[in-house]
């Protein structure tokens, strides 16, 4: 399927672009990939076109361009756009797809919606993340070289004539999606339709971000793998993917907008509103709603109207109104352990009681029915409490036996483990947070001291300095407040901004990874201390425990 993706840049560094399209680069960093003797390594296989330029002085001819119509000179504007027409791995096999035919169909694409523009097309075989996809980039400057005719798609006539900027509207794209799906047909490759809203909507943000978390969950379970111990959670989810995928379960049951919406909130904790015929979302960690345009169009009101229709005609048919649905389709909630299975409560747990040993998560603390007065006024509410407790006995039993616990000291022994874990994490993580902390007032100390380094020179140059201090009083203390804690802490040499602020970013990604170490062995340790009070109650040890406090306190 081919697809189209624009960018748009800020950086008045046009070399940088011609060396992405010429040289690897790391996917995730967007640096280049250095030889053993650090120089740049070439790609593999790459066609390059320039137009209305030469390729390899693409970054000069800007330059002069945008001196002479003296546009693009503020840091703020957007200096280039960046079109990706990206084919189906499958062409190159199914269809004869070559890498010189996919850089003509670039030339086509662009001569047809970039003329009189610079240009870079330059057509890459090595898709992204390992796809093998191929791909053209288009990279134009954002300021008009050429006059050139007007087109359909130009909304305004300064659009046709040189010296002004490039004007990217929702008419273009929709004109440049349907003369790639054109050019598809045409060429009997792949295609999905590009103009009709994509069911599913996963934004670059988003999905970078959910690479970069799994990332960071392999670490950490690595660590904690190598510790001897079994992570809990294996599989980054992002937030709004974890709507998705509740909204996906619920509506395949759901006959109504109002058990549809019940049911999400029950079982995952989502809210959901209707505002002017549109759906959004609030996921429990959320405290901003997200509309179903963000999520995609098999979010919305109009298609989940129509599939709530569809579960009433199939009820109808089948005479079966299920409340929930069966236990083996639970959803696996963010950031949960791949294949566990939580307590589902719709299932008739008493006339089926094994399933309860297959619950594995979210353990609670049994209630003790004695101690509870809410318990011993309601008879109702008592048996609602012993079925509960049944029910987390077997989790605790169940986690029990999967994590090897033959007996109670060895259950012990794995808290005092974790504890001992969790108070090192604790302590790696306030020494982090300490020097974070003096990071910071070095940056701001030393900030002052460069920020008013000119007031200080313009002081030592004027001839009245009494009247210059009093204008510039502020500005001349905080630049001895600066040199002052300078030299208390560095003493003759002063130190870099630019190297106190990469130190403490890099203190700073130290914590984010010893946060979510904390707050695993916090968790751990929290679970543990429902296992260890739960097998308790199942051995009767707490009931002899307030047996003997009950005793103690009646001897005289």
């Known amino acids: 399927m081919a697809i189209l993706k624009h960018l748009s840049s800020k950086s008045a560094d046009y070399a940088k672009a011609l060396e992405y399209l010429m040289f690897q680069h790391n996917e995730r960093t967007q640096k280049p990939i250095l030889d053993e003797k650090g120089n740049m390594v070439l790609r593999d296989e790459y066609y390059l076109d320039g137009l209305n330029c030469h390729p390899f002085s693409f970054d000069k001819e800007c330059l002069q361009l945008n001196a002479q119509f003296h546009k693009n000179q503020r840091y703020d504007e957007i200096k280039t756009h960046h079109y990706i027409l990206s084919f189906d791995p499958r062409d190159k096999e199914e269809s004869g797809l070559t890498g010189d035919r996919v850089q003509q169909l670039g030339l086509e694409f662009a001569n047809r919606f970039f003329v009189g523009h610079q240009a870079l097309v330059c057509t890459h075989m090595d898709g992204h993340n390992g796809s093998g996809n191929i791909h053209v980039h288009i990279v134009i400057n954002s300021l008009r070289k050429l006059d050139v005719e007007p087109q359909p798609f130009m909304e305004r006539l300064c659009d046709t004539r040189a010296g002004y900027k490039h004007n990217q509207t929702r008419e273009l794209l929709r004109a440049m999606q349907k003369c790639l799906m054109v050019i598809t047909e045409r060429e009997h490759l792949h295609q999905v339709d590009l103009i009709s809203p994509s069911p599913v909507k996963i934004t670059e943000r988003e999905y970078w971000k959910n690479r970069r978390e799994q990332e960071k969950l392999n670490e950490l379970n690595s660590r904690i793998v190598a510790d001897g111990m079994k992570p809990r959670f294996t599989k980054y989810q992002t937030q709004k993917q974890f709507i998705r995928n509740a909204v996906s ?308």
């Open 249 to 556: 379960e619920v509506s395949t049951y759901a006959a109504s907008l109002e058990e549809f919406q019940s049911a999400l909130f029950e079982k995952y904790g989502i809210k959901l509103k209707t505002s002017r015929g549109r759906f959004s979302y609030l996921h429990p960690d959320r405290e901003k709603f997200v509309t179903a345009k963000q999520l995609g169009a098999s979010f919305d009101q109009e298609h989940l109207l129509g599939v709530f229709a569809g579960n009433r005609k199939n009820k109808t048919q089948q005479q079966v109104k299920p409340d929930f649905p069966n236990k083996h389709d639970s959803l696996e909630r963010t950031n949960q352990t791949e294949g566990a299975t939580e307590f589902n409560p719709g299932y008739d747990y008493e006339a089926d009681p094994i399933a309860i040993l297959y619950i594995r998560s979210n353990l609670r603390l049994v209630i003790d029915l004695q101690s509870n007065i809410k318990a011993q006024q309601s008879a109702a509410y008592a048996r609602k409490v012993k079925l509960s407790n049944l029910k987390e006995m077997a989790k605790t039993v169940v986690y029990v036996q999967e994590h090897g616990y033959d007996t109670r000291d060895n259950l012990n022994e794995a808290f005092k483990e974790i504890t001992e874990k969790l108070s090192e994490a604790r302590k790696t993580l306030r020494s982090t947070e300490d020097s974070i902390k003096v990071l910071n007032e070095q940056i701001r100390f030393v900030g002052m001291y460069y920020a008013n380094k000119a007031a200080k020179a313009d002081f030592l140059k004027v001839k009245n300095k009494a009247k210059y201090r009093q204008e510039h009083l502020s500005e001349l203390e905080a630049y001895e407040t600066g040199v002052k804690y300078i030299k208390e802490q560095f003493g003759s040499k002063v130190p870099s901004l630019k190297e106190l602020k990469a130190e403490r970013d890099r203190y700073l990604q130290m914590k984010t990874a010893q946060s979510a170490t904390y707050q695993y062995f916090k968790d751990y340790q929290r679970e543990l201390i429902i296992v260890r009070s739960n097998v308790d109650s199942i051995l009767g040890k707490g009931k002899k425990r307030a047996q003997e406090k009950g005793t103690s306190r009646d001897l005289p």
